[in-house]
T-cell receptor
Framework: DTGVSQNPRHKITKRGQNVTFRCDPI?????LYWYRQTLGQGPEFLTY????????KSRLLSDRFSAERPKGSFSTLEIQRTEQGDSAMYLC?????????????????FGPGTRLTVL | SQKIEQNSEALNIQEGKTATLTCNYT??????LQWYRQDPGRGPVFLLL?????KEKRKERLKVTFDTTLKQSLFHITASQPADSATYLC?????????????FGTGTQLKVEL
């Protein structure tokens, strides 16, 4: 399968615990995005990487959240001291930067998501 | 900041009819607009991208229009089938820079009934 993969698919944790999610993008894609989606809402942008550089972080991303993409390939998203409000679907997407707005390579391909439930 | 509005109420139509979903946006002029499909418990799947200089784009039974004056995109599914039942999301890139991060609408749930 050459699509975006995410692990785990589901995570149940107790409030105050730390969790880490992994995303493996499409291999030739240089951009990687993290989004969060709650029930009845569209995905909300959290952060994105161009290769290994984290270029933007949303103000939604509190200090308890950290993301890495150490070698410009897979990425991890860690949430420390989880809160019930962190319960959501965490989506990863990747794309190939064409340098041209609206070009065919600006399409973002999403993974299946990691469903986090904080008890 | 940019704002995107999609009908929050579900759209129920009969099989074989054309479904039309609306996406309205305010506060800027995007270079392009995208439509995604999302099934329950799954990530969004890209369907179509339409650029600001394109009025209409088609792909099989799908058609998207983009009216930059009205700040509106319409998404049509012709000859709809029960398998088309899903939530459809429109998404816009940032006004400047931003690495093509997308801002999504809340989505419209489509139900195609036999």
């Amino acid at each position: 399968d050459t699509g975006v993969s995410q692990n785990p698919r589901h995570k149940i944790t107790k409030r105050g615990q730390n969790v880490t999610f992994r995303c493996d993008p499409i291999s030739e894609h240089n951009r990687l995005y993290w989004y969060r989606q709650t029930l009845g809402q569209g995905p909300e942008f959290l952060t994105y990487f161009q290769n290994e550089a984290q270029l933007e972080k949303s103000r939604l991303l509190s200090d308890r959240f950290s993301a890495e993409r150490p070698k410009g390939s897979f990425s991890t998203l860690e949430i420390q001291r989880t809160e019930q409000g962190d319960s959501a679907m965490y989506l990863c997407a990747s794309s190939l930067d064409s340098g041209l707005a609206g070009g065919p390579r600006d399409t973002q391909y999403f993974g299946p998501g990691t469903r986090l439930t904080v008890l | 900041s940019q704002k995107i509005e999609q009908n929050s109420e579900a759209l129920n139509i009969q099989e074989g009819k054309t479904a039309t979903l609306t996406c309205n946006y305010t506060n800027y002029s995007p270079a392009y607009l995208q439509w995604y499909r999302q099934d329950p418990g799954r990530g969004p799947v890209f369907l179509l991208l339409i650029r600001e200089n394109e009025k209409e784009k088609r792909k099989e039974r799908l058609k998207v229009t983009f009216d930059t004056t009205l700040k509106q995109s319409l998404f049509h599914i012709t000859a709809s089938q029960p398998a088309d039942s899903a939530t459809y999301l429109c998404a816009l890139p940032p006004a400047t820079g931003g690495g093509n991060k997308l801002t999504f609408g809340t989505g419209t749930q489509l139900k195609v009934e036999l």
